[in-house]
């Protein structure tokens, strides 16, 4: 992970773990209202990119009745570099991860799923422009749309992902 000291202003503002875990703790809620056994692991990943990057999530469907592989198989496109992509945010996600699970935000069950914790992430100090309540809501548009995708392997398989 680059320090802080090194990061750009972009970089450090877009990808700082409070904001990416605000996302992340409503992705795994919104997961957990459809599936309450938890978030497999390995989802928060191919999740994240499709939330934060505003090319994907301006071109998500505005309803979870259209099935991912339905989204996926009419804009193949969008699954070209998004193997990349995942990669490329994988520290800073896991750098959110870590951020909510010291926090009790989230918690890992004994099944070694992510759920949400008993402590409530604060926000009083949140200034929730349009843009981050859009990106919001999307985080929970997503969560309810994998939950009702299958598998997270079938997911990764969707996106083109190998592990």
Same mark, same amino acid.
């Given at each position: ?12 503002? %877009?990808? #700082? ?7 992340? +703790?409503?992705? $795994? ?13 390995? *989802? ?7 939330? $934060?990057? /505003? %090319? ?18 009419? #804009?193949?496109? %969008? ?8 990669? !490329?945010?994988?520290?800073?996600? +896991? !750098?959110?991860?870590?951020?909510? *699970? ?6 890992? #069950?004994?099944?070694? /799923? ?5 402590? +409530?992430? #604060?926000?009083?100090?949140? +200034?929730?422009? !349009? ?8 985080? /929970?548009?997503?969560? /309810? ?19």
């Amino acid at each position: 992970m680059i320090p802080w000291k090194l990061r750009t202003a972009e970089v450090a503002h %877009f990808y #700082n773990p409070a904001y990416l875990g605000r996302l992340l +703790k409503e992705f $795994v809620s919104s997961y957990q209202s459809e599936k309450p056994e938890g978030v497999p692991y390995e *989802l928060i990943f191919v999740a994240i990119p499709l939330i $934060v990057l /505003k %090319f994907y999530r301006s071109a998500l469907p505005s309803t979870i009745r259209t099935q991912l592989h339905n989204w996926i198989q009419t #804009n193949s496109d %969008f699954k070209i570099g998004y193997a990349s992509i995942v990669k !490329e945010l994988l520290p800073f996600v +896991k !750098e959110s991860l870590i951020f909510l *699970l010291q926090r009790s935000i989230l918690s890992i #069950n004994e099944s070694g /799923k992510l759920v949400e914790g008993p402590t +409530k992430f #604060n926000k009083k100090n949140a +200034k929730d422009t !349009e843009e981050i309540l859009n990106t919001i809501n999307k985080a /929970k548009f997503v969560g /309810k749309w994998f939950a009702k995708a299958g598998e997270a392997t079938t997911i990764y398989a969707l996106w083109g992902i190998r592990v």
